[in-house]
């Protein structure tokens, strides 16, 4: 396990590319912060999000968890390391700086009673059944292969962790097919992945036809401006993404609304594309709500600008403090 913040994640890209075609379990931390180079180091954001999906050259996606709480921190600082695990693969935990650095409010953590989850991993009882062992061949279906652990007696258990190209048995090849067999099989697992990753936390409201998608610390600027919007006549459903790849509830959700806000930190609206791609929904579907400036987002720029795309009045600006009188937006 590793933690970073962008310009540090950047220099582990070919190590990242390894890991996801060697199987090799590893979590990594992002605490994201403005770029791009080492653009405002005391400032929060959310752009590594496209980066750190495909770190690496080649076809490569990485799973990736999203807290939005110092809770979620300590949860999925657990959730990380048994999926890196299960899954035989990096993964990374996006976390940001309005997290990593400001002081936020928290419930105790509760002590954790839940066994760490190794996966699929074979001891020497279970090599001694099998009349040969092949690291990277998917017996069951879900794409991810039996390992074992160094300190097995068995000499079967043995293996080449290979990052060059391989086939089943981690032998050395450049046979085309079997290229392609390994990389579909990797493919299947990020599948698998779905099904493992914490799924969103979904709030419906009655007579909605408008849902927004956000993730992170943006959460709670959303919960804040759910309110504002609802004054104005704007009733809405709201889906927290927890995870990549998307679990099956993210594509219900999109399917139920007329119109998605995804609400990014960061210019270029990262994970609206991401949505747009998998949705297959163009930008009049879904659509963006972009913050960029550094400053941990607030309410009032979701709820002015999804009332400006619904073609409705934003509140007016409050007045200018009196001679004096200073404000900060830190309290």
């Known amino acids: 396990m590793t933690s970073s913040s962008g310009p540090g994640i950047s220099l582990m890209a070919e190590f990242a590319g390894y890991g996801y075609y060697a199987e090799i379990p590893a979590v990594v931390w992002d605490i994201q912060r403005i770029g791009p180079s080492t653009g405002l180091p005391t400032r929060t954001s959310q752009a590594d999000i496209l980066f750190v999906q495909g770190l690496s050259h080649g076809d490569t996606k990485h799973p990736i968890l999203l807290p939005s709480s110092v809770r979620d921190c300590y949860d999925f600082g657990m959730k990380a390391f048994d999926l890196a695990e299960r899954l035989q693969t990096p993964v990374f935990v996006l976390s940001d700086l309005d997290l990593g650095m400001n002081n936020w409010m928290s419930d105790p953590f509760p002590y954790p009673e839940k066994a760490w989850d190794r996966g699929k991993v074979l001891d020497d009882e279970a090599l001694a059944k099998l009349p040969k062992f092949e690291r990277?061949?998917?017996?069951?279906?879900?794409?991810?292969p039996y390992r074992t652990l160094p300190g097995v007696r068995d000499p079967k258990?043995?293996?080449?962790t290979r990052g060059s190209g391989h086939d089943e048995a981690a032998r050395y090849t450049e046979d085309p097919e079997v290229y392609a067999r390994v990389m579909d099989r990797l493919?299947?697992?990020?599948?698998?992945?779905?099904?493992?990753?914490p799924p969103p936390e979904i709030v419906e409201d009655d007579g909605a036809e408008v849902g927004i998608l956000a993730f992170g610390s943006s959460h709670w600027a959303v919960i804040e401006a759910r309110s504002s919007l609802r004054d104005a006549g704007v009733r809405t459903g709201y889906l927290l993404l927890r995870a990549l790849p998307f679990a099956p509830q993210v594509a219900a959700f999109l399917k139920k609304y007329e119109r998605i806000y995804v609400v990014d930190q960061n210019r270029d609206a990262q994970m609206a594309q991401l949505v747009r791609l998998e949705s297959g929904f163009g930008p009049e579907r879904i659509r963006s709500v972009?913050?960029?400036?550094?400053?941990?987002?607030?309410a009032r720029s979701v709820a002015d600008a999804i009332l400006r795309q619904e073609g409705k009045p934003t509140a007016p600006m409050p007045a200018e403090p009196p001679v004096g009188v200073t404000t900060d937006r830190s309290t």
């Open 136 to 144: 990277y061949r998917d017996r069951d279906g879900d794409g991810i």
């Open 157 to 160: 258990g043995a293996y080449f």
């Open 187 to 197: 493919a299947k697992k990020y599948e698998t992945a779905r099904t493992l990753v």
């Open 290 to 298: 972009r913050h960029y400036d550094g400053m941990p987002i607030d």
